[in-house]
């Protein structure tokens, strides 16, 4: 099977299609374009898959930054503006056969949404109004023909306020019927991870296309979920979208904040055991909490980091850092595809290009046993297992 358009749900049907069971998913490679910020948009078809070109990619997760805040915020007004570079975006990836598989967080947006409070903390016509840029940036995947935003949607800043409820008063909570998805209706949540469902549910079923891969966040923004909010997030998700949903997680915000969590929360390696078909996740060595690329100093400058003292701003449990790359190899062999997508951020151009080289050559020489590249498109790793029984199957097929 040829993949024309790279999409998740492409790639997962391309993996239903092999014939064996109990292999790994199929990784694709999408680094996201936050680099966008250290050019001018004038030099757009200059500079914007720079990154790409010098390292022959193919496939790409864009910046929802690069459209600008007020051509966003005023979208649905106006969509002139947001379409125009949409549009030249759109040519410059046919020109260079770039795949864009999804839109993903960029600072802007994600800081406007921070400082206007979170999406339950505002007063109501401003509540309204993030509600809109929200619903713009959905409109403008549409326009594009992108399924797949991956992004931060900061409910509350101040989880305080909400009170705890049983999972079964969620539908009386939040005003419309929610399927639980098989989870024991005496499950306790927190009314911060209520409202996250909330706002996910609202999000991605307000388009019969986009999936909306809300990741479940608060406490001033950057608090994760913990394993079991992750767990029953996803399951309640899925039981209440028509559409395919994916799961999303920064692999540098598990580590480093926490309330009210268990030790195993504070590990990376923990939330390999989430089994999901379909993954994106934003692929960051942590260090610190600066996120950088996974190359395979910064993974040293985590590992190493054990042995420090504690820093009371990062997680109290240091000695939980791991190998980025460890993680990813474990949730590869629990789903179908993940979209591997690292944050080149804005610095020298010259080694972030180097440094996305280096992480698609780390990725290829760390499956090389289980998976090798797809020959139409760079930036995918099929399993080994697909091309073995395509080759049985047409051995079977031959004239005797």
């Known amino acids: 099977m040829k993949i024309d358009k790279v999409t998740i749900d492409n790639l997962e049907k391309l993996y239903l299609t092999i014939g064996v069971n109990n292999i790994p998913g199929i990784i694709v490679y999408a680094p996201n374009t936050y680099h966008y910020t250290l050019l001018n948009l004038n030099n757009l078809e200059k500079y914007f898959f720079k990154l790409h ?18 051509p966003v915020i005023n979208y649905h007004k106006n969509p002139g503006p947001a379409r125009k570079i949409a549009d030249r975006i759109m040519k410059l990836a046919d020109k260079l056969k770039i795949h864009i598989i999804s839109i993903g ?10 400082l206007s409070g979170g999406y339950y903390d505002v ?23 992108i399924l797949n935003i991956n992004g931060h949607r900061v409910a509350t800043i101040f989880p305080e306020r909400f009170k705890s409820i049983k999972i079964s008063q969620l539908s009386d909570e939040l005003g419309f ?44 923004g950057m608090e994760p979920c913990t394993i079991g909010q992750m767990n029953r997030f996803l399951r309640i998700m899925q039981a209440n979208s028509s559409k395919n949903v994916v799961a999303h997680m920064d692999t540098g915000h598990v580590i480093p904040y926490g309330k009210d ?9 923990s939330y390999a055991n989430i089994t999901f078909p379909r993954w994106t996740v934003h692929f960051n060595a942590l260090y610190k909490n600066e996120h950088r690329m996974p190359t395979y100093e910064n993974v ?63 990725l290829k020489e760390k499956f090389s046993d289980t998976h090798i590249p797809y ?26």
């Not at 496939?59 to 459209?67: K, L, Q, R």
């Not at 967080?105 to 921070?114: E, H, N």
């Not at 509540?127 to 326009?143: R, T």
């Not at 139409?376 to 080994?384: A, R, S």
Request: charged content about 30%.
């Open 53 to 70: 070109e010098e390292n022959n990619l193919q496939v790409a997760e864009i910046s929802e930054d690069v459209f600008g805040i007020s």
């Open 105 to 114: 967080t960029g600072a802007d947006i994600y800081s406007l949404m921070q």
């Open 123 to 145: 007063p109501k016509e401003k509540k309204d109004k993030v509600m809109q840029i929200f619903k713009n940036l959905i409109d403008i995947a549409e326009y594009m023909g």
């Open 177 to 220: 019927d929610v399927k639980l998805g098989g989870i024991d209706p005496d499950t306790e949540i927190t009314g911060a991870e209520a409202k996250n469902l909330e706002l996910a549910i609202t999000l991605q079923n307000y388009s019969p296309h986009v999936s909306s891969t809300v990741e479940l966040m608060y406490q001033a």
């Open 261 to 269: 969590k268990k030790q195993e929360d504070y590990n990376l390696l």
């Open 300 to 362: 040293k400058k985590d590992l190493d980091s054990i042995k420090e003292k504690p820093d009371p701003v990062l997680s109290p449990h240091p000695e939980m850092y791991c190998d980025v790359y460890e993680w990813l190899g474990r949730v590869v062999r629990n789903c179908r595809v993940i979209q591997v997508s690292p944050e080149p951020k804005p610095n020298n151009l010259k080694k972030l290009s180097k440094e996305v080289g280096e992480c698609w050559d780390i």
């Open 375 to 400: 020959p139409d498109i760079e930036g995918i790793l099929i399993p080994k297992s697909f091309y073995e029984d395509n080759r049985r199957s047409n051995e079977r097929k031959q004239p005797q």
